[in-house]
């Protein structure tokens, strides 16, 4: 059978029409799998991320660190963290040791750290009421111990466990309550239970 030109004409442009579409068809498939493993692959990386930072997290909570503040007589005091097996002469050695004229003769540098604990060096001469504890020191007489009633967020800061945003939550109980009545009384505030209280308790007087 022959074709007229006409026939001819319209078989080609099926023919090409049909060409067209498998081809559109086939760049969309490739776009969608390239897509595909675009997507894939970032999923791996933050979940490989999300998974590292936590085995991390783990690590450090096992390991036993925790952070101190560490302030007077160093040669680069500030926030630090460190493993809780260290003593106080650790702390020191991490903020650079010894700074001019510091005076160590009342400070015990075997004392054992604490989570939030600040460790203060004072300086020859400095009048230091209320900080004897805050480096190891456990010295008991009423003189040394921290007024509940009446010590400041800083003087607050030297108890065992007791960072700024506990202090300040003791200072704000004291002036919502008009004072502490006793020394147990210091327990209704948020973040001091029994263990923390037994650690605070020696060291604390009413007034």
């Known amino acids: 059978m022959k074709w007229t030109m006409r026939e001819k004409v319209l078989a080609g442009a099926v023919a090409c029409f049909s060409f067209f579409l498998m081809g559109d068809k086939f760049l969309m498939d ?10 894939n692959y970032t999923d791996a990386n933050i979940d490989q991320t999300n998974e590292v930072t936590q085995q991390e997290d783990i690590k450090k909570q096992a390991s036993g660190m925790i952070k101190i503040d560490i302030k007077g007589a160093v040669k680069k005091p500030g926030v630090y963290e460190i493993s809780s097996e260290k003593r106080v002469i650790d702390a020191i050695e991490t903020a650079g040791g010894y700074g ?12 054992k750290l604490s ?12 009048e230091i009421t209320g900080f004897e504890g805050l480096a190891g020191n456990q010295s008991e007489s009423e003189g040394d111990k921290v007024s509940l009633n009446h010590g400041t967020s800083e003087q607050l ?6 960072g ?20 147990e009384e210091l327990k209704q505030v948020g973040g001091i239970g029994d263990k923390t209280f037994e650690k605070l308790e020696k060291q604390l007087k009413l007034n």
């Open 115 to 126: 989570d939030e604990m600040v460790v203060y060096v004072p300086a020859e001469g400095e």
């Open 164 to 183: 700024p945003s506990k202090a300040e939550a003791i200072v704000t109980y004291r002036e919502e309550h008009g004072g502490f009545q006793t020394i």
């Open 30 to 39: 490739g776009t969608g799998a390239d897509n595909s493993i675009v997507e």
């Open 100 to 111: 001019d004229g510091a005076d160590i003769s009342n400070l015990n540098l075997a004392g």
């Open 157 to 162: 800061q030297t108890l065992p466990g007791i």
